[in-house]
């Protein structure tokens, strides 16, 4: 009996043993392994302080300015630290924690005009704070827990009493429409993810090189994880909980960080220079884009190129009886309406054709006179052979055929310099040469290859030129994108220009214009053409281009007709009103972006593929879709 005591003895003593020890043992070995990495990791962070110094200088920063000159930035964009507040008020309250959080709160909570209310208070205390011009910046950047935390009360009072309905706050709306503009903070976490991750650049910047601390590793892993969640999601509501998570980490790295480095000073420098060197880049991006657009521009696209190759193959297997287009006899018939298109695009000149003939009342009278260059020539001519234009008649000529232009055609055109050959091609300035071109002809309308014809234009030559030479709609409205003005491309510092043109004098556009041959040749402007093309090649007088050669020979000569005859900008300008467009009688396409091109603009094209035929069979062996 005794020795079975002494063994329950024994056992319980043994059990209080093992109860007693086994957490002592287990609770030093646990202390054992943490306080070396923790011992480490203080020792390598506080090494990286005396770096601080000698990081700021090596910024690639602007010069830093005097800390007294500076004003104190506002305090809840440059506090770092991460507070978890505790408070008795309802959860989400406790859970905002910057302004977008306060404005998610009140749109779940608040009708609008609450979160008007609330957002001018937050506004105004932050302008307070911010506007204290004598806080020192390093004050400012070293605020305690204490004082955020009183601010914070502050405002979760004030969205108490909002909800209360208690709050007093006067709300001054001068204007309606400033009521609709009432600010309202979105995505909340992806532009704060956004703005950490300038943070976390901005301090790698400051640590020593091949520094090798904790603090710049996990600022390395924090912006990777960052970067890849932003990569992932767009918008608050496809963050997934991991994202909100790496979130929570930054602003803990980034916490300690600031710790680490507190000079607010480096800190501005830095941003500084990041902000000019980001500038930079955009400038040298947008340059490279507009370079990029313009090349595209110039260029032909590999469809349309396949559609000539393929055209002229078969133009050239045609008989000589074959290759004529028929009512040539109406070609120099004064009682019918003429109309003239310089162009070296099959497609483009289909559609100039294909909606003048579909807008027509009287298509039978309608007779086109198409000029291309000697490379396209035989493709419009067989496009024009497959394709009649109904009852209209269409000529096609060659550049080539005009022996005359040779001499006449001034050889300093060519030495203009340009990037873009357009400027200089013979084609472009063969619109000075429309009494030579047609000799027979009284009028004629020129239109261009960018251009879609939506409505009849026979009224056009019932129309009173009092005796002007052109007629043109007008570019000098001010109130509209398309605003030209001489000295935009017309150079009045010469003596010889100011003293012969008046700078304020309202400019017209070509594209649609309806020329009086007649006056033309009775006041022999092709003199007036060749003098200041002459003139040019000796000196600066214009930027490169037919525009400004057509405001100084035609200037006193232009009769400005109604807008509505032709609508432009549709070519560089997305702001064009859709009812403009619709009333118009022509819209033009001038600019970079040309309807066939890919870069055109989307909204337009539809204008322009509804008189293309992309069922052809020639389009679509060339692939040329819609």
């Not at 911010?130 to 020192?136: H, L, M, W, Y």
């Not at 000799?439 to 879609?452: A, S």
């Amino acid at each position: 009996m005794k020795h079975f005591r002494r063994c329950v003895r024994s056992l319980l003593l043994l059990l209080l043993c093992v109860s007693v020890l086994i957490p002592i043992i287990f609770v030093t070995i646990k202390l054992k392994h943490l306080s070396p990495i923790g011992r480490k990791e203080f020792v390598e962070d506080l090494s990286a302080i005396k770096y601080r110094t000698d990081a700021a200088l090596r910024l690639n920063a602007i010069e830093q300015e005097a800390r007294e000159d500076l004003k104190g930035p506002k305090q809840v964009i440059y506090e770092d630290r991460v507070v978890n507040y505790s408070s008795n008020e309802d959860s989400e309250t406790q859970e905002s924690e910057n302004d977008g959080d306060i404005t998610d709160l009140l749109e779940r909570n608040e009708t609008n005009h609450e979160r008007e209310e609330a957002q001018q208070f937050h506004q105004r205390e932050v302008s307070s704070m911010a506007g204290e011009k004598e806080q020192s910046l390093q004050t400012t950047v070293e605020l305690d827990h204490n004082a955020h935390s009183r601010y914070r009360r502050m405002i979760d009072k004030k969205i108490k009493e909002v909800k209360d309905g208690h709050s007093n706050q006067t709300r001054v709306w001068p204007d309606h429409s400033l009521r609709s503009q009432s600010y309202k903070v979105t995505d909340v976490n992806i532009t704060k993810m956004k703005d950490l991750m300038i943070r976390a650049k901005v301090y790698l910047n400051f640590a020593p090189p091949d520094s090798k601390s904790r603090l710049v590793k996990d600022l390395k892993q924090r912006i990777r994880e960052v970067g890849r969640a932003l990569s992932q999601a767009t918008k608050d509501s496809r963050l997934s909980e991991s994202s909100v998570q790496k979130l929570e980490k930054m602003e803990a790295t980034l916490s300690k960080a600031s710790l680490v480095y507190p000079d607010c000073s480096a800190m501005v420098s830095k941003l500084r220079a990041m902000t000019q060197n980001t500038e930079e880049l955009v400038r040298a991006q947008k340059n490279q884009a507009t370079y990029l657009v313009h090349l595209a521009g110039r260029t032909t696209p590999k469809g349309l190129h396949c559609l000539s190759m393929r055209l002229t193959a078969d133009y050239f297997t045609l008989q000589p009886e074959e290759r004529q287009l028929p009512n040539q006899e109406k070609f120099q018939d004064a009682e019918l309406y003429h109309y003239a298109v310089f162009s070296d695009n099959v497609l483009a000149c289909a559609v100039v054709v294909n909606s003048t003939i579909s807008a027509a009342v009287e298509s039978e009278k309608i007779v086109f006179h198409v000029v291309a260059d000697s490379l396209n020539f035989p493709a419009i001519s067989m496009w024009f052979l497959l394709n009649p234009p109904g009852k209209a008649t269409i000529q096609i000529q060659s550049i080539e055929d005009f022996e005359w232009l040779s001499s006449k055609y001034n050889i300093t055109l060519k030495k203009q310099s340009s990037s873009d050959p357009r400027y200089g091609s013979e084609l472009n300035h063969l619109r000075f040469y429309l009494p030579d071109v047609f000799p027979t002809l009284d009028k004629i309308v020129l239109l261009d290859h960018d251009v879609v014809v939506q409505g009849d234009l026979t009224e056009l030559w019932s129309v009173n030129m009092k005796g002007k030479v052109n007629g043109a709609v007008e570019t000098c409205n001010e109130s509209e994108a398309l605003l030209r003005q001489m000295d935009m491309l017309i150079n009045f510092s010469d003596p010889l220009v100011a003293k012969s043109f008046n700078v304020n004098a309202c400019t017209w556009a070509f594209g649609m214009n309806l020329f009086d041959l007649q006056k033309w040749r009775q006041k022999h402007l092709n003199s007036v053409y060749h003098k200041y093309l002459q003139l040019g090649n000796e000196r600066s007088l214009w930027q490169a281009g037919s525009l400004p050669l057509g405001w100084i020979t035609f200037y006193n000569q232009t009769m400005a007709l109604d807008r509505r005859w032709h609508v432009l900008g549709l070519g560089y300008d997305s702001a064009v009103r859709r009812a403009d467009i619709e009333q118009a009688a022509v819209i033009h396409y001038d600019g970079v972006t040309k309807p066939w091109l890919d870069i055109a603009i989307r909204r337009y094209k539809g204008y322009w593929t509804k008189y293309v035929k992309y069922d052809h069979p020639y389009l679509q062996q060339c692939n040329i879709q819609e």
